[in-house]
């Protein structure tokens, strides 16, 4: 190495450079780290030591039309780990395990969560106890990553008594994460009925606890540089049931009658109860159904998770017939003073075999308005002749017997019922059919013609109404004020109608016995075929579809019992008595309200 003056010189430039070129690049790097990208490497930093713990959010309570909850939130417990990995989470879960009981399901739950989001705590147990808290609590320094919370916690009041319609919350799905915005896993979310609806109206917005760790995910304290995020509940729904009728029409069906009710006002739609039986509690969803449970409830057959009221479709038998007259009257068929060509004598013969009445004795010669209150087979066969195939087919359809009825819940089942002749027909017979015969089966309410208990409800709505039809509307926060005309006819005709039907619950009329002393009521009993026996004897659909007052209607009672061995004059009783049960609410409500 030369030591020439003029070298060293050179060498001592070089390395100069090199040191100078060297600390620009650090102070740069430094002014970039600590002033321009400041706010950057902070969030980094405090994201290493930052969780976030999201704090739900109050559901919307749900109330009836008089302000009473029909559900609700309670302060609830959730417990939550914070795992570093799937190894650790599945190592504390068994050490929880010898603390606390930990079902196989909750433990798979939870290693499930973690997959899904492993930036949020991994729930254990939603809906835990006060007494497993307790124990938690005792064992805190033996589980460092716990957390332990309060929650609002869904309740339905009522229990059983609105399951039919309330529905319930869960937690949210894969599925519905990939169909949902603005959703993260763990959160829950509406299930069925009114809560599944109106999810995006009960929904309250989640809050942000940030919660400070250390190195192994351990909380150690909660006094952070950013402020939480406080939830914000959801605003309250409010609907037209009246809960004191929904608790009375659960009474009434006790544990042993499978069947549906639904009770409307004519005048808004508005649906004042709907109930299915054997009904479902709910609150035992609250937190995750146990499979003892849903097994339980599967196995039923009686199916208590089918709902009678919307779902379930059933032949509407002799509560058809009124729509048989309609249409008859509608295509100046028949009118009110006409009688058919034969008497009843307790069959009818057409197509070389008998088609029975429901009287074995008959019933004579009957006009419109006596076949109606005496609900007379002969006298419909004949009219459905008339009228021919063609004719009733288009004319049910027309009365609203093809399609749903759009009430503000997702579980609502399509009716079965003829689109087109003779198409439909074609596909369903395809090794023939006759119309004669179809025609006389249709007329009585038997045949291709399967309608939900709802459908009933709204089709009766409008016979209250002089045709006038409102879809039928839990919630009261849709305008109930445009109604759709289903038919026109003479203001006699119309008043023939309801004269007829008060007369089905007068003395004389196949539903005499369920006459209410003081209250002037009408309807329509029906008794359809089931295709299910028992001891070697049919069973029964037994119907009753009417309103009351007659002259004046307020409310409109549709209910079918499934599957029993009486007929629907038994089912009347039940559905006058809800009438009664409600309008003497109202008369009371109004009268205290006036004072």
């Known amino acids: 190495m030369s030591f020439h003056p003029n070298d060293v010189i050179r060498r001592g430039r070089v390395a100069t450079v090199i040191v100078c070129g060297t600390l620009v690049f650090l102070l740069s790097a430094f002014f970039r780290t600590q002033i321009i990208r400041n706010d950057l490497y902070m969030l980094q930093s405090q994201g290493n030591r930052l969780r976030q713990v999201p704090l739900p959010a109050a559901r919307g309570v749900i109330f009836d039309r008089k ?32 603390t606390i009981e930990l079902t196989n399901k909750q433990f798979e739950s939870a290693i499930t969560r973690f997959r899904r989001d492993r930036s949020r705590p991994t729930v254990i147990i939603p809906d835990a106890s006060f007494d497993v808290i307790s124990v938690l609590e005792e064992h805190r320094l033996d589980f460092p990553t716990l957390i332990i919370q309060s929650a609002p916690k869904r309740i339905y009041p009522a229990g059983k008594a609105v399951g039919a319609f309330v529905g ?66 959801a605003p309250p729904l409010q609907t037209n049931i009246d809960l004191d009728l929904q608790t009375y029409i659960h009474s009434l069906f006790g544990d042993s009658i499978t069947g549906g009710v639904v009770a409307m006002d ?13 009904a479902v509690d709910y609150n035992r969803w609250v937190g995750g159904v146990s499979n003892a449970y849903y097994d339980s409830l599967k196995a039923d057959p009686r199916q208590p998770m089918y709902n009678k009221a919307v779902q379930g479709t059933y032949p509407p038998g002799s509560t058809w017939k009124v729509a048989t007259a309609i249409v008859g009257l509608e295509n100046n068929v028949v009118n009110f003073k006409d009688h058919m060509p034969e008497a009843c004598r307790g069959f009818y013969y057409y197509g070389n075999r008998p088609w029975k009445c429901w009287e074995k004795r008959g019933h004579g010669s009957l006009d419109l308005g006596n076949a109606i209150e005496k609900s007379c087979d002969v006298f419909f066969y004949q009219l459905g002749l008339k009228l021919q195939l063609t004719r009733l087919v288009a004319g049910g359809v027309g009365l609203g017997f093809l399609g749903k009825t759009g009430i503000d819940l997702p579980e609502e089942r399509k009716p079965s019922f003829p689109d087109k002749v003779p198409e439909y027909f074609n596909a369903k017979f395809p090794r023939g059919w006759t119309q004669g015969s179809i025609a006389v089966n249709m007329s009585i309410g038997q045949g291709e013609n399967a309608q939900t208990v709802l459908n009933m409800a709204r089709f009766y709505s409008a016979v209250a109404m002089d045709g006038l039809s409102r879809r039928p509307q839990i919630a009261r926060i849709a305008d109930t004020t445009q109604a759709t005309r289903l038919y026109t006819l003479p203001p006699d005709q119309l008043k023939m109608i309801r004269d007829a039907l008060a007369g089905v619950v007068s003395t004389g009329g196949t539903a005499a016995g369920a006459q209410i002393q003081g209250l002037q009521l009408a309807g329509k009993t029906g008794t359809a075929q089931s295709g299910n026996f028992k001891d070697g004897k049919e069973l029964n659909h037994a119907w009753f579809v009417g309103f009351a007052p007659a002259n004046d209607p307020k409310i409109v009672v549709a ?20 009438m009664a049960r409600y309008l003497h609410s109202v008369v009371v409500s109004k009268v205290e309200t006036e004072g």
């Not at 004519?266 to 054997?278: E, M, Q």
């Open 266 to 278: 004519p005048k808004t739609g508005g649906v004042l109860a709907l109930y299915s039986a054997p």
């Open 559 to 578: 209910i079918v019992l499934d599957n029993v061995s009486f007929h629907g004059s038994v089912t009347a009783r039940m559905a006058t008595a809800i």
């Open 67 to 98: 302000g009473q909850p029909i559900a609700d939130n309670v302060i609830g417990y959730s417990v939550a780990l914070f795992p570093q990995s799937e190894d650790t989470l599945r190592a504390t879960l068994t050490r929880l395990r010898a």
């Open 168 to 233: 319930y919350t869960a937690e949210i799905s894969d599925n519905e994460l990939s169909n949902f915005e603005g959703y993260k896993p763990g959160q829950q979310i509406g299930k069925q009925g009114l809560e599944k609806q109106y999810e995006s109206v009960l929904r309250g917005k989640e809050g942000i606890q940030y919660v400070e760790v250390d190195a192994k995910n351990r909380p150690v304290g909660r006094s952070t540089p950013i402020n939480d995020l406080k939830p914000e509940a």
